[in-house]
């Protein structure tokens, strides 16, 4: 994941203590180049000056000048390039010699100066070679010392101190010659030296603050400039780090499920005709780690097995995302043989369970896989996608090929989402009863409600599958309603024909999710005074994790208890929790799955847990029912161990409500129904 960054706004100024230093960096600089382009002509003057002492007959006091001015003007190029310290928050060019050993700017420029000082006493000097400016040479060299100056100021505009301390020995020099040598003349020329002297100070001085000004004002546009350009590169930072989050899981730093399809749906499209493998992945006992170890472990083992996928397909050049929760993809194009799907997914099974292993936990996978050239990819998840649902519903840790069955079940999958709320309105979904007997065959108990839908393309929907598809398209209450009112006006009409069942209670079934995600209760106490139908009536089955369930749960099933609903567990006996559920106080009934009940005459072992669980109903005053009795052996068995109702095949099938009322009156004596 990209850290985020703030973005600073752009200012108006920088601060005036950086803006100071830079100026004061730029005025070094400058004097620095103005000094090393100057010393030249200095030295060029100089010779000339000697020469002309030498040729007037004062060799020693010409030479002896020559070579102080000489020593100078060394000392002051030597010094000149020392590298500097930079001051914080200046940046002189990469031509500038700096080190952070250095002295600071300020005493490199005092430094400066004092040298220029050094320089123009120097000059100051040149009366000596021509007694005073009176000798025949003294026009020479008063011009050459005032054209001297005039070139220090001249090229000293950054940093006034400098030409200032150069020209004013050498001119006051000139002054005080002329003043010493007197008449009118000389007081005259020297006045105009002051004079002289005075504008170039004066100059000197306004160049400075013309250089400071200047430097100022370009120090803070090349500071703008910077910081516009440092906005801007963080502003692109920034939008890289949005456009990475829209695209990328913060937990993994893999694609996300829209990156993912984004990425996807481009490497599908690139040229090259290949065929694509889609790989689906699915945690095997991720709860259980989470359980466990906790959610901050959870997501360490879902970033350790992102590491791990990434390892393992490192060399297919695959988009890799994680698709929700503890769900992988992984798109390719095939390549050869040694790439097809199964092996790489046989290969991933193998070696997840060392993905995460020092956690505790030991993972495994199933792996649903879809293979095209043509589809877009949101087919291909979905291929994907119920490959891995029947993956994990034939045992998990392995993997399943999209094929024609299971493009036939997508199918009538997709139709039946499509057309259930239709169906709903248009009561096409009906249901259909089955009786529950006592053991003797005779008499009718009760009745249980289980739902048909001949759907017109693909005839019968298991139950099952109505009521996923419901959960799938939020039509689950509807779909509840729409049963509850359906049995309701199976008993209206039992009742308004004078059926010898109209007074026998009808079960209907709730699956899990409906009775964790709804207000069951409310839906149907609500539907059965609709309809005037008494509560004792009904009977609700559930499952035995669902008697156990949340406190919402439970609180559900103890309001439809108190109002005289009878809750029923169902498929009894298989689950984890079969005996503490016959501990709650709405439980009423339990039917015994018929795993106990297949061939129970000839299984002793059975034969003892079945009387053993009616033995425990009797003590708990709980009705037990015995389902799926398929022959006459099993219902004698039965009746041996007296369990008193039974439910199965071989007793009546389910039908149409017209249908068992016929079966009804037909099967039974013209007295009224005796219900247990």
Same mark, same amino acid.
């Given at each position: 994941?990209?850290?985020?960054?703030?973005?600073? $706004?752009?200012?108006?100024?920088?601060?005036?203590?950086?803006?100071?230093?830079?100026?004061?960096?730029?005025?070094?600089?400058?004097?620095?180049?103005?000094?090393?382009?100057?010393?030249?002509?200095?030295?060029?003057?100089? %010779?000339?000056?000697?020469?002309?002492? $030498?040729?007037?007959?004062?060799?020693?006091?010409?030479?002896?000048?020559?070579?102080?001015?000489?020593?100078?003007?060394?000392?002051?190029?030597?010094?000149?390039?020392?590298?500097?310290?930079?001051?914080?928050? #200046?940046?002189?060019?990469?031509?500038?010699?700096?080190?952070?050993?250095?002295?600071?700017?300020?005493?490199?420029?005092?430094?400066?100066?004092?040298?220029?000082?050094?320089?123009?006493?120097?000059?100051?000097?040149?009366?000596?070679?021509?007694?005073?400016y009176s000798s025949p040479q003294a026009v020479f060299y008063?011009?050459?010392?005032?054209?001297?100056?005039?070139?220090?100021?001249?090229?000293?505009?950054?940093?006034?101190?400098?030409?200032?301390?150069?020209?004013?020995?050498?001119?006051?020099?000139?002054? +005080?010659?002329?003043?010493?040598?007197?008449?009118?003349?000389?007081?005259?020329?020297?006045?105009?030296?002051?004079?002289?002297?005075?504008?170039?100070?004066?100059?000197?001085?306004?160049?400075?603050?013309?250089?400071?000004?200047?430097?100022?004002?370009?120090?803070?546009?090349?500071?703008m400039a910077a910081q516009l350009r440092l906005v801007h590169?963080?502003?692109?930072?920034?939008?890289?780090?949005?456009?990475?989050?829209?695209?990328?899981?913060?937990?993994?730093?893999?694609?996300?499920?829209?990156?993912?399809?984004?990425?996807?749906?481009?490497?599908?499209?690139?040229?090259?005709?290949?065929?694509?493998?889609?790989?689906? @992945?699915?945690?095997?006992?991720?709860?259980?780690?989470?359980?466990?170890?906790?959610?901050?472990?959870?997501?360490?083992?879902?970033?350790?097995?992102?590491?791990?996928?990434?390892?393992?397909?490192?060399?297919?050049?695959?988009?890799?995302?994680?698709?929700?929760?503890?769900?992988?993809?992984?798109?390719?194009?095939?390549?050869?043989?040694?790439?097809?799907?199964?092996?790489? &997914?046989?290969?991933?099974?193998?070696?997840?369970?060392?993905?995460?292993?020092?956690?505790? +936990?030991?993972?495994?996978?199933?792996?649903?896989?879809?293979?095209?050239?043509?589809?877009?990819?949101?087919?291909?998840?979905?291929?994907a996608d119920e490959a891995v649902y029947e993956a994990k519903?034939?045992?998990?840790?392995?993997?399943?090929? %999209?094929?024609?069955?299971?493009?036939?079940?997508?199918?009538?999958?997709?139709?039946?989402?499509?057309?259930?709320?239709?169906?709903?309105? #248009?009561?096409?979904?009906?249901?259909?009863?089955?009786?529950?007997?006592?053991?003797?065959?005779?008499?009718?108990?009760?009745?249980? &409600?289980?739902?048909?839908?001949?759907?017109?393309?693909?005839?019968?929907?298991?139950?099952?599958?109505?009521?996923?598809?419901?959960?799938?398209?939020?039509?689950?209450?509807?779909?509840?309603?729409?049963?509850?009112?359906?049995?309701?006006?199976?008993?209206?009409?039992?009742? &308004?024909?004078?059926?010898? $069942?109209?007074?026998?209670?009808?079960?209907?079934?709730?699956?899990?999710?409906?009775?964790?995600?709804?207000?069951?209760?409310?839906?149907? @106490?609500?539907?059965?005074?609709?309809?005037?139908?008494?509560?004792?009536?009904?009977?609700?089955?559930?499952?035995?994790?669902?008697?156990?369930?949340?406190?919402?749960?439970?609180?559900?099933?103890?309001?439809?208890?108190?109002?005289?609903?009878?809750?029923?567990?169902?498929? %009894?006996?298989?689950?984890?929790?079969?005996? &503490?559920?016959?501990?709650?106080?709405?439980?009423?009934?339990?039917?015994?799955?018929?795993?106990?009940?297949?061939?129970?005459?000839?299984?002793?072992?059975?034969?003892?847990?079945?009387?053993?669980?009616?033995? @425990?109903?009797?003590?708990?005053?709980?009705?037990?029912?015995?389902?799926?009795?398929?022959?006459?052996?099993?219902?004698?068995? $039965?009746?041996?161990?007296?369990?008193?109702?039974?439910?199965?095949?071989?007793?009546?099938?389910?039908?149409?409500?017209?249908?068992?009322?016929?079966?009804?009156?037909?099967?039974?004596?013209?007295?009224?129904?005796?219900?247990?």
């Open positions: 994941m990209i850290p985020s960054a703030p973005v600073p $706004l752009p200012t108006a100024s920088i601060d005036d203590g950086v803006l100071s230093r830079m100026v004061r960096t730029d005025q070094l600089v400058t004097v620095r180049r103005s000094v090393l382009s100057a010393i030249p002509i200095s030295v060029v003057l100089s %010779f000339t000056a000697a020469l002309v002492a $030498l040729n007037a007959g004062r060799a020693f006091e010409g030479m002896s000048w020559l070579l102080l001015s000489l020593m100078v003007n060394g000392m002051r190029s030597y010094i000149c390039r020392w590298p500097f310290a930079p001051s914080p928050g #200046a940046e002189p060019g990469s031509d500038v010699l700096t080190s952070p050993d250095g002295r600071p700017v300020e005493w490199h420029l005092r430094i400066a100066a004092v040298l220029a000082a050094v320089s123009g006493c120097v000059w100051a000097l040149i009366p000596f070679l021509c007694d005073g008063l011009t050459v010392v005032c054209g001297i100056c005039a070139g220090a100021v001249t090229y000293g505009i950054a940093y006034a101190l400098v030409p200032i301390s150069f020209i004013t020995p050498a001119l006051l020099s000139v002054v +005080g010659c002329l003043v010493y040598a007197g008449g009118f003349d000389n007081l005259s020329l020297a006045a105009m030296v002051l004079l002289y002297l005075a504008a170039l100070v004066r100059g000197a001085l306004h160049s400075d603050r013309t250089f400071r000004e200047g430097s100022r004002l370009r120090n803070e546009a090349t500071a590169a963080l502003s692109l930072d920034a939008t890289q780090q949005l456009a990475f989050r829209a695209s990328h899981d913060s937990l993994t730093g893999l694609l996300n499920r829209e990156g993912f399809t984004e990425a996807a749906t481009l490497h599908i499209a690139a040229p090259g005709g290949r065929q694509h493998g889609l790989l689906l @992945l699915d945690l095997d006992g991720f709860k259980a780690v989470n359980d466990a170890f906790g959610h901050k472990v959870g997501d360490r083992v879902l970033q350790d097995v992102a590491r791990w996928l990434q390892r393992e397909t490192a060399d297919m050049q695959a988009v890799l995302g994680r698709w929700g929760g503890d769900e992988f993809a992984v798109l390719y194009s095939l390549q050869d043989e040694r790439q097809a799907p199964t092996a790489i &997914a046989q290969a991933l099974i193998r070696s997840i369970s060392f993905a995460t292993a020092h956690y505790g +936990g030991h993972l495994g996978v199933s792996i649903g896989i879809s293979v095209s050239g043509e589809a877009e990819i949101a087919d291909m998840i979905s291929f519903r034939t045992g998990r840790n392995r993997y399943q090929v %999209f094929d024609k069955a299971l493009n036939q079940r997508l199918a009538t999958r997709r139709d039946v989402e499509r057309d259930l709320l239709h169906a709903i309105e #248009a009561r096409d979904i009906g249901v259909w009863y089955q009786p529950i007997m006592n053991s003797d065959g005779r008499e009718v108990h009760s009745l249980e &409600a289980l739902m048909r839908w001949n759907h017109p393309r693909h005839g019968h929907i298991a139950p099952e599958e109505v009521i996923y598809a419901a959960a799938s398209t939020g039509v689950a209450e509807p779909l509840l309603r729409h049963l509850v009112d359906e049995v309701c006006l199976g008993m209206r009409q039992l009742e &308004a024909v004078g059926s010898s $069942l109209a007074a026998v209670p009808v079960a209907i079934n709730v699956s899990p999710r409906e009775m964790a995600q709804l207000a069951v209760d409310d839906i149907v @106490l609500g539907m059965l005074k609709a309809r005037g139908v008494a509560p004792r009536r009904l009977q609700i089955e559930i499952t035995e994790e669902v008697a156990l369930d949340t406190h919402a749960t439970r609180s559900r099933l103890s309001a439809l208890s108190a109002a005289g609903v009878a809750i029923v567990v169902d498929d %009894f006996g298989v689950g984890y929790s079969s005996l &503490a559920s016959l501990r709650s106080e709405y439980v009423r009934q339990v039917k015994i799955d018929r795993s106990f009940i297949l061939d129970l005459s000839s299984s002793p072992g059975n034969v003892v847990l079945v009387d053993a669980i009616v033995q @425990l109903g009797r003590s708990l005053n709980i009705q037990v029912v015995a389902e799926g009795v398929e022959t006459q052996d099993e219902l004698d068995a $039965l009746h041996a161990i007296g369990c008193r109702l039974v439910q199965g095949y071989h007793l009546a099938r389910p039908s149409p409500l017209p249908d068992v009322m016929a079966w009804a009156a037909a099967r039974l004596a013209p007295a009224a129904v005796k219900v247990i």
